[in-house]
């Protein structure tokens, strides 16, 4: 067991404790070699429920864990084992828990908790989303902190667990009482999204109520019960909807939750038109009766008009917006207009390469995994995108390759999982050229294999591990597409996308030289890109929304070279 002033794993100085639940103990830790504060999670082994006959343990589920990368979550960096205990090395997160938050203050406005609630959706829909799904288990006030900024954090993934896809059930009963979705307690299949879904949900009703679960019985009341003036509001309806006893009756993914987050109001609305339209019942087949078909046909020819007019308006607006969060809403009603029309998505690709400060940061990010998400205002069970890609396959699948292409050229690191799913498969496109179908594989390879290094500390056969490459392979690609600067623009789609990759191989052989050399790449090779990545730089110049990429793989390729010339010195 830790103690206060030991100094763990050689260079962690164990400060204070600053939190304890059933099975752990965290402690805030200084790293006395680059003075940055930590915080430290030690788990004993004895107090541990996993499957162990079945050969799965805790430590192989946190170093997957250690591969998230996402704004809203901790970052795991470093996870040490001995004997008696596990020990998790996080990022310390300033701020309170909510669970503080909601004991100091009492019941938080719904117009808060919803903004909350919309972050934590998101961070839901990224660990649905991973290969194979990541399902928390324990959402709940005290695992969320807020930050000083307002964002909110999850904090602890004790209880995560890949999702298996057996549906035989979870190998142990784990999560809290009150916030714990049925099946979490044996004999209801396997966990999977919608149990994380009623976690959600149960802990919006405690922030908006000021109650926990415990503090009912355990009982999720209609939230009209405890504070009439919710009674009958969309945010009763969607904590009703999150906490249905069978997860079937649930939002089926946190994609589904987030939508109907976003248009709160609009249930509100649906509710207080209930007894208008009780009292027009009566009046309703009179007035068809009357309207008659011809004037019926004139209505629909009018909203068709509605209709197209809506969206050219709505993409005019967009257009003209300074930045892509100006633009977003405009865009987002265009599509719900006609979801199956690409001029709306190529309206999209259009304003992340006209962004004025050439910089799609971690929220652009966000806001555009939104706005794929988008619900047709004709209602139905598909996406605008699902409808897009049944109705236009081959501008979908053009469509799909250009924001791959551009995950690497606009966006900062932590993109490249979002990159995969766009370019996955797409070499196998009807619709695509040779040329496009193989840069697509290749950008494929290499996001998947530097998402699966993006955090930690790797090993010689990580890229092995993960089904995808090895390092030799890795280097391989990379060659074929950087080599030659005369023709990294041309194999790579444009000049800013090679300046993008030259950036991308340069940090990873910055940061993983040790692996490189370990699997036997030769300096050399390692050299022979990065030249060429210094060549091209000085010979092309891009267009203005090339300058920043450009100066950051320019900059990236000198600091590469530096560290290959150190790892290797010893061998000349």
Known sequence: MLKIGDTFDGKYKILEEIGRGGMSLVYLARNERVNKAWAIKEIPKRGLLEDLASGRSLLAEVEMLRRLDHPNIVRIV????????????????????????VRANGAIRPETVIRWMKQLCDVLWYLHSRQPPVIYRDMKPANVMLRPDGDVVVIDFGTARVSRGGGDGDTSWLGTRGYA???QFGGRGETDVRTDIYALGATMYHLLTGRSPADTDFIIYPLGELLPELKGSGIERIVA????????????????????????????????????????????????????????AGFLEAGKRTVENTFEISLQRARKAETFPEAFREIQRALRMRPEDPEGYGTALEKIVSETDRDFTADDRKLLRELLRTAPAAGG??????????????????????????????????????????????????????????????LYLISCAVSANSSGEGSSKVFGETGVMGWTEALAEFEELLGDPEQAG?????????FAMYRTFANLVENKIKDFRDAGAEKDRLLGILDAGERYVRKETGGETDRVVRREAEEAVERARMTVRGAYAGDE
């Open 78 to 101: 470093d996870v040490v084992e001995d004997e008696e205990s596990i020990y998790i090395v996080m990022d310390y997160v300033q701020g309170q828990d909510l669970l503080s938050v």
């Open 181 to 183: 979705a049925p099946e």
């Open 241 to 296: 909807k999150c906490c249905e006893m069978r997860r079937e009756n649930r939002y089926q993914s946190a994609a589904e939750l987030l939508d109907a987050l976003e248009h709160v109001h609009d249930l509100d609305q649906e509710v207080r038109q209930r007894d208008r339209r009780r009292l027009r019942l009566f009046f309703v087949p009179v007035l068809i009766g009357l309207i008659g078909s011809l004037v019926m």
């Open 381 to 442: 069970e598909k996406s605008c995108l699902e409808i897009f890609e049944q109705e236009r396959p081959a501008d979908y699948d053009r469509f799909r390759f250009r924001l791959g292409v551009m995950y690497f050229q606009y966006f900062r690191a932590g993109s490249y999982p979002y990159a995969a799913a766009e370019l996955r498969g797409l070499d196998g496109s009807r619709y695509l050229g040779g040329r496009e179908k193989k840069l697509a594989a290749g």
């Open 490 to 498: 041309e194999q790579c789609g444009n000049t800013g996308a090679a």
